[in-house]
């Protein structure tokens, strides 16, 4: 197919090995697909340019969501549908709402985060996932450079990932 990717592995075993090829490739000025890892490797983020995340704001968004539906529901509910005087206490009485407000707020964020996990990550229901290298959910690290978008003569970069220690290097065809 025109849209699938041509991807040149670099196979490591050692994180540290990982960084500092990713590191020079980019420095060659190849361009990184990807890097995958079985964990999260410090600073590779800010190596390969990946902006900050903002899960941060959509929590909050879900947070606000469930807190203000919480206290809509309630308010109207106690005072302006069914006003009920128990113990002369007043029905718009918002320190007794705060437990509820908490709760729902929480179960929007838990709610909304999983969705939008599993939106942003593709997951969706049927769809197989698409593993570089079965090894790398165990205890390899793998580098993904593409060619296409580096235009990058494939022996020079096949000795470059070797000379940066890969103990494997590979093609895989990407289909996007």
Not at 42 to 51: A, E, P, S
Not at 135 to 156: C, E, H, P, Q, Y
Request: hydrophobic share 50%; charged share 20%; aromatic share 12%.
């Amino acid at each position: 197919m025109e849209s699938d990717k041509l991807l040149i592995l670099g196979i490591y075993d050692n994180p540290d090995k990982t960084y500092t090829a990713t590191k020079k490739l980019i420095a060659g000025g190849y361009e990184i697909f990807d890097v995958y890892s079985p964990f999260a490797i410090h600073g590779l983020d800010r190596v390969m340019g990946i902006k900050r995340t903002r899960l941060s704001i959509a929590a909050f968004v879900f947070a606000m969501t469930g807190l203000s539906l919480a206290l809509i529901f309630m308010i109207y509910t106690s005072y302006f549908d069914w006003q009920i005087n128990v113990g002369g206490k007043p029905s718009l009485h918002i320190p007794t709402y705060i437990p509820i407000t908490f709760e729902l707020g929480i179960l929007f964020t838990a709610i909304g985060m999983v969705t939008c996990f599993f939106i942003v990550n593709r997951m969706f229901w049927g769809k197989n996932a698409d593993i570089m290298d079965i090894r790398v959910t165990d205890d390899l690290f793998v580098v993904a450079v593409d060619v296409k978008k580096s235009k990058a003569d494939i022996g020079m970069l096949n000795q470059m990932l070797i000379d940066n220690g890969a103990i494997e290097v590979r093609e895989r065809i990407k289909e996007v």
